[in-house]
């Protein structure tokens, strides 16, 4: 009698499901979608196995450096008095005082929100594109740029202070992002740890003297671990990354989900028994810089070969009502004072070529002259059909 | 059914302003913003729906989303239910303090947990084979288990502690064996906070997120890790909101059925203030004794590694990490001790409104027509089954309008920490609202007690030790939730407890990972500190 009405239960339940799936079907025409289930994945890598990683690949190419035919945003106008928000991951850190000298210099009032990491501020950028939460957004990536850019996240503005900043690091051609700061994703090794000669190249990762001694993160998980994926599809392109990496795995590569159960969790770092992983230029200075009992030099060292580049960009978020006011705050990030207070605080290296860096960064992280890089474009075209790929090979 | 007898208007009327609150509650802070998020990624995103459930990876994905679910819930009873027994029943020093204890997982992040276990597989050469502690199913398991002790002791052990013993000892007087009362008797009066409580652990399994990705390693898959893949890596919202769809379904169904199971109990119990007594037995004192010790070293075992990782210093051992707490180090917004502040804020608030609401939830489901009690039954119970990523991403959409809007104000954080404390509120006080003797209301009733003198007077005081295990657990929740706090947003200089010790440990440098450890444990002290305070004061209250 009791089993009946359960049973009841469970048929209204799947019923109502049933009836918001069709309600929902009826309420679109446009049945495009961007679900890519496992076997339809695995249809089109097969199917795009033989391309190479270039922006030509069809329908599918990414347009996010098209023009977007969008005004930039011309400075002037009084903007003392007003307040805009800056959206934050939860990394963005500056000296106490910092924004205060913005608002000492324009009136502008800045106040800050932070959410989780880079995917999660972009994913919400996105989702909140229509009534966006700030007014300037910080922390979009290359690897994730032209995802920002598709979703027409920014409008156009040119900082005079761009003059200061490399070329390279300026990606978007329309300057609807702004770089800020940049890193590099590197292989590390404790130098003292090591079974053979330390590593020089990618090549000398898969080598058996270094068996199971690596470890990295799951691209599709974790930052470094998309950015050291990206370091070996430019090494051995799209023919050869797949043949790369089933040798890291005969030679006892470990995955992790993020960069502390790698850094801290199996590296020699935390107590574990590898003695390379994936982490970052700037580790080997904080290592020195936080070590404990204090030390000379840094126990680890940087993989010159496996560096990947990764910029932050800030860009003026479409909709806001204070495009000039900031388009100023974008103006004072590129300037000397907010520049020379980044490195210590979030462990980036600053874009304005002016900016003078503290004494740790140029001792233990000096910059690797040509560091790798993807074009954003080539990245958002085949980023699902990559780790897709990547994930059949090392997770099986 | 007594309360219904009336079918006076006006006692409906009472009836139906005793639901209306916690069921606008509910609409406007949960289904609401949910069913927004939910809409948006479904509507002209069909095809996802055929997808997503033609997809072999996310069948194995919710398959295994249920079974170890499952297994990590009935586990969790093994392992609870002596130390509930002990609790419920035997008067000891230190009675309080265990229950304390085994709360403190609670509050602890995912993440210096996982690195507790990393470093126990090393020292116990369990790092690998099946029942390795690292990057295993076991591991996620076993991590279940860690953080849902507490549920079953709490909830569990304080119902039975209120339950009369006259049963028993009847029985007892008739000859029965000690374990075929316990069988026959004991069990049956307990299944309704036992089902209660079980349903909690199986949602926090089912939607845990931290012990799968740490634990599990990169290859174990479950129904909310992919629900971050595709709305994060991916930014999918198609395949996420169907997945999230999915999620809902299969929490209604289980928790449904809980439901029926439950509404097949008697509805009353003797209920009595005998409190636990001292166990008379010395010869037999080690049954006790033993099974505090051995729950306790289970949970014990990753927190010593803990105090210890926070005391080793380059120098041998010393407090210089929490001395350094006091400063702001780089990396983080605020000092740690601000941190801690801004958390114990968040908390209070955060509990304040759980049991408020939550109390009102529970007399609603006690007393509202079999409906709308069960609506709410379940309907409470559903934001623990939800995602982070789903419930965080549908408020940030749907309070976003000038007059509400909700995404600026600091109250957004503890209100959805509130969300995930209510469950543990309702699934303590209903078991003990239902269990008493509907004739000691009719009977206050005929004397012209008033209904809400009744309320105040029979069940306010009964229910009261219930709230204060239900508000100990929203407390709790708050201090250590993670997931959903990180979706919302909020002002840089109202980073909470575990966003700092998360920010800690995504750094190099031995001595920023001592600080990390450092306000882990400060923050596990704390939790245990306002647990055994407001235990104290239910106990005044009782006697």
């Known amino acids: 009698m009791r089993i009946k009405t359960t049973l009841s239960i469970i048929v209204r339940v799947a019923l109502l499901c049933m009836a918001l799936a069709v309600a929902a079907t009826a309420c679109g025409e446009d049945l495009q979608t961007t679900a890519i289930g496992e076997g339809d994945a695995e249809a089109l890598a097969q199917e795009n196995a033989s391309d190479t990683a270039s922006e030509d690949q069809g329908e599918e190419a990414s347009t996010c450096f098209d023009d977007p035919g969008l005004e930039s ?230 993989l010159d070969d496996s560096c990947f580049r990764q910029i932050e960009f800030a860009g003026v978020l479409a909709g806001t009502e204070h495009p000039e006011a900031a388009a100023a705050l974008i103006d004072f990030m590129l300037g000397i004072t907010y520049q020379e207070d980044v490195p210590l605080n979030m462990f980036v290296y600053p874009a304005n070529g002016r900016a003078a860096l503290p004494e740790s960064f140029v001792d233990f992280g000096p910059l690797v002259d040509d560091a790798r890089t993807i074009d954003p474009a080539v990245i958002e075209t085949n980023r699902d059909d990559w780790t897709e790929r990547w994930n059949n090979i090392v997770l099986g | 059914m007594e309360q219904h007898r009336s079918g006076l208007t006006p006692a409906r009327l009472r009836r139906a302003g005793l639901a209306a609150g916690p069921i606008a509650f509910l609409g406007i802070f949960f289904v609401w913003p949910v069913s927004t998020l939910l809409f948006r990624g479904l509507v002209d995103h069909q095809s996802a729906i055929t997808d997503v459930i033609s997809s072999a990876s996310i069948r194995g994905a919710a398959w295994f989303t249920l079974w170890q679910a499952l297994v990590s819930t009935l586990l969790t009873l093994v392992i609870a239910m002596p130390l509930a027994a002990v609790v419920a029943n035997v008067e000891f020093r230190g009675r309080r303090l265990v229950m304390a204890l085994v709360t403190i997982p609670f509050v602890l992040p995912t993440v210096v947990v996982a690195g507790a276990f990393l470093a126990t597989s090393d020292r116990t050469g369990l790092d690998s084979g099946p029942f390795s502690l690292s990057k295993s199913v076991f591991a996620i398991i076993v991590a279940h288990v860690f953080f849902n002790v507490a549920v079953i002791v709490r909830t569990v052990g304080g119902y039975w502690s209120q339950l009369s013993r006259t049963d028993e000892q009847a029985a007892r007087t008739l000859g029965t064996s000690a374990s075929m009362t316990f069988l026959r008797i004991t069990v049956r009066r307990l299944q309704p906070s036992l089902l209660a409580a079980t349903s909690i652990v199986f949602l926090f399994s089912f939607t845990s997120f931290g012990v799968i990705l740490i634990l599990g390693g990169a290859r174990q898959r479950t129904i909310e890790t992919e629900i971050y893949r595709y709305a994060i890596s991916r930014t999918d919202f198609a395949t996420a909101s169907v997945l999230s769809v999915v999620q809902l379904v299969v929490v209604v169904i289980l928790v449904a059925l809980n439901t029926r199971l439950r509404a097949r109990l008697p509805r009353s119990d003797r209920l009595a203030a005998d409190r636990p007594q001292a166990w008379r037995n010395r010869s037999t004192a080690f049954i006790p004794i033993g099974t505090v010790l051995i729950t306790l070293a289970l949970l014990c075992i990753p927190i010593a590694v803990l105090i210890e990782q926070s005391l080793r210093t380059g120098g041998g051992w010393g407090f210089d990490h929490y001395r350094s707490l006091t400063e702001r180090p780089p990396f983080l917004t605020v000092t740690p001790l601000r941190a801690l502040m801004n958390s114990l804020g968040f908390a209070t608030v955060a509990t304040a409104i759980a049991v408020f609401f939550g109390g009102w939830a529970s007399l609603a489901i006690t007393y509202s027509s079999r409906g709308v009690s069960r609506l709410l039954d379940v309907g409470y119970l559903l934001p623990l089954g939800t995602s982070a990523v789903t419930l965080g991403f549908g408020i940030l959409i749907t309070f976003d309008t000038g007059i509400v809007d909700l995404r600026q104000s600091w109250i957004i954080i503890p209100l959805v920490q509130a969300l995930i404390g209510i469950p543990f509120v309702t699934r303590a006080v209903v078991p003990v609202l239902r269990a008493i003797d509907p004739n000691l209301r009719d009977a206050a009733a005929s004397m012209g007690a008033s209904p809400a003198k009744i309320r105040r007077d029979i069940d306010l005081p009964i229910a009261r030790r219930a709230l204060v295990v239900g508000g100990g657990f929203a407390f709790a929740i708050s201090l250590g939730e993670f997931g959903a706090t990180s979706f919302v947003g909020r002002r840089p200089d109202l980073m909470t407890v575990p966003l700092a010790i998360a920010r800690l440990l995504s750094q190099p440098g031995q001595s920023i990972r001592g600080q990390a450890m450092a306000l882990s444990v400060i923050l596990m002290v704390v939790t245990a500190v306002v647990l055994l305070a407001v235990d104290r004061t239910d106990s005044a209250a009782t006697i």
């Open chain 1, 73 to 302: 945003i011309t400075p002037g106008g009084d903007e003392a008095g007003t307040t805009i928000t800056l959206a934050t991951h939860d990394s963005f850190v500056l000296s106490d005082g910092t924004l205060a000298a913005f608002t000492d210099a324009t009136g502008i009032s800045v106040e800050q929100v932070a959410v989780g990491d880079a995917g999660q501020l972009v994913s919400q950028s996105i989702l909140t594109k229509d009534n966006p939460t700030a007014d300037v957004l910080f922390g979009i990536d290359n690897a994730f740029l032209c995802r920002g850019l598709e979703a027409d996240l920014f409008v156009p503005y040119a900082s005079p202070a761009l003059s200061d900043v490399d070329d390279e690091l300026e990606l978007d051609p329309y300057n609807r992002v702004t770089p800020i700061s940049f890193g590099d994703v590197c292989v590390n090794y404790w130098s003292d740890a090591l079974a053979g000669p330390a590593p020089a190249t990618l090549d000398d990762l898969a080598d058996p003297v270094h068996a199971d001694q690596f470890v990295t993160q799951n691209p599709e998980t974790s930052s470094p671990g998309f950015a050291f994926l990206l370091a070996t599809i430019s090494e051995y392109g799209d023919d050869g990354w797949e043949n790369y990496w089933e040798s890291l795995v005969e030679n006892g590569v470990s995955i992790t989900s993020g960069w502390n159960d790698a850094y801290y969790g199996e590296f020699i770092a935390g107590g574990g028994d590898r003695s390379i992983v994936t982490s970052y230029a700037s580790s080997p200075p904080a290592e020195f810089l936080f070590a404990d009992p204090p030390v000379d030099t840094p126990p680890t060292a940087v």
